[in-house]
Structure formats: C-alpha cells, structure tokens
C-alpha cells in the first residue's frame, strides 16, 4: 500500500463502547469529507469495534486497523483475534509489539516478528513499534535496544508497501512527555539507515513516531525529515485534537517519496 507523508494513525487501546466509539469514528469521516488534504489517515479501535466503524468508515479514506494479532491463522486460541480475521472485518493494517503488548503482556521479539508474519500473509500492512524504556535511555543503551529490537522482530520480505516502523519511546506514551526533536531525529536516522541494512530498500520505510503526540507538538515532530506520521494514542479519541494533528503534518515535505 503506497502511504505518503503525513500518515497519522489513531491507536484507542482499550477505549470505547459502541456509541461514543461510533460517534468518533462519524465526527471523523464527516471531517474528511470535502477537506483534501495529503497523507493519510487511519484509525484501530478495539477489536469489538471493528465491523461497525468499518461500515461507518466507507467511502472516506480512513484507514481501519487492528491494534494486535495471533500469529497463527486460526486455532484453539481462547481470546485471541488472528490477522485473517481482522482482514475479514475490512482492516487494512495491524499495529504488533506495541510496548503495551512488549511489556505489558511479555511479548518478545521472536512473537511480534511471528506477529508480523502473520499480518503480512493475510494482507495487511503492519506497524512495527519499537521503543526503549526510560531506564534503557538513561543507561545509554537506546540505540542498541532499538537496534535488537528491529533485527528481532523485522519479518522476512518487509519492504516500504507493507510494513511501516513506530518509534515510541516507552517513557513518552501516555505520560504527557514526549521525545525532543533531537532526539528523535537522531533515533529516526539511525533507525532509517538500520533498515536500509536489513532489507532491501529499506531506507524507503515509512517511520512514525508515537508518545505523547498532540496537536501543540505534532507540526514540529512532523516535520523532521525522518518523521513520516505519528502513532497517536490518548489524542486520537478526541475527533478534534486527531483531526488537527492530521492538519498539523499539511506543511511537512516528503523526502521519503524521492527515495521510492
Ligand atoms: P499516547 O500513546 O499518544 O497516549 O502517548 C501513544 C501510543 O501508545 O501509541
């Protein structure tokens, strides 16, 4: 799937019951509508949520996501959702080793590259998060945990039309801090010039940063070369703040579209 800069993607973890789930996802399409704007939009909403706003979502562009996935197709799997099946319901990517699932759940490396696999082979495109924590950064061991993730967990056959990297520091998501421009220029740099080593062609991989995005910031983190969209959590369940994040990346330049 060709993407092009900005792509902002909305992730609601946990969050919404039908009615206000349904009434974001409609405040959004109705924003979208007559406003022509480049780049790319696109929402995960919790898996229960998937096949209406799927409906709601036809015709305006946004893209629908799962926030995780089984890395087997199908099976005795109490409580898991594979990738087939979020391909079923009308998704067109899945997020996998978000730190939430890294840390939280214990998924290592080895999981989220099966992970991976797994939404490749039904179809869609996957968004690979990777992130240090904050006693990683203060130890000075960023880089390497970065660079152990993305060699760990990069599956086979990734290239710029079906896989995108997430770089979410895990000290920045939720907490209201977020990396400094520096900083995440130089971690988006490094993570470009690792990829462009692990797969071919892969310096042409979009790359998003996620953690405490917000409209107030989201125009200056887009703006770094590097940047080529954020991973919005708590900003994307306010249709308002979601949409000016979209409008703050407007202005950015696409460097990447020169390198495909
Ligand atoms: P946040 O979450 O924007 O609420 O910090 C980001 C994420 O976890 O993707």
Redesign the pocket.
């Known amino acids: 799937m060709p993407l092009a800069k900005p792509f902002v993607l909305g992730?609601w973890?946990m969050n919404g019951l039908r009615a206000d789930g349904e009434a974001l996802a409609l405040a959004l399409v109705e924003r979208q509508q007559g406003a022509v704007r480049k780049g790319t939009l696109g929402i995960c909403p919790p898996a229960t949520l998937l096949a209406p706003i799927h409906d709601l979502l036809a015709g305006s562009g946004i893209l629908l996501g799962g926030q995780d996935c089984a890395p087997a197709p199908a099976g005795a799997f109490t409580g898991d959702i594979s990738a087939p099946m979020l391909a079923d319901v009308g998704c067109r990517l899945v997020i996998v080793g978000?730190?939430?699932r890294r840390h939280g759940h214990g998924e290592d490396d080895r999981l989220v590259r099966a992970k991976a696999a797994a939404g490749h082979a039904a179809g869609l495109l996957v968004v690979l998060?990777v992130g240090e924590t904050e006693a990683e950064r203060d130890a000075g061991a960023a880089i390497d945990v970065l660079g152990r993730q993305l060699e760990g967990s990069l599956p086979d056959g990734a290239s710029a039309d079906n896989l995108v990297v997430?770089y979410?520091p895990v000290w920045?998501?939720?907490?209201g801090r977020t990396a400094s421009v520096e900083e995440v220029a130089a971690v988006h740099a490094h993570l470009r010039a690792r990829l462009g080593v692990l797969a071919d062609g892969g310096e042409a991989l979009r790359l998003l940063y996620?953690?405490?995005?917000k409209p107030a910031n989201a125009g200056e983190i887009m703006a770094i070369p590097d940047v080529d969209g954020v991973?919005?959590?708590?900003?994307?369940l306010d249709a308002g703040q979601f949409d000016a994040i979209y409008s703050a990346g407007q202005g950015a330049a696409d460097p990447v579209s020169s390198r495909r």
């Open positions: 992730n973890k978000h730190s939430e998060c997430a979410e920045a998501i939720g907490t996620g953690g405490s995005v991973l919005v959590g708590g900003a994307s």
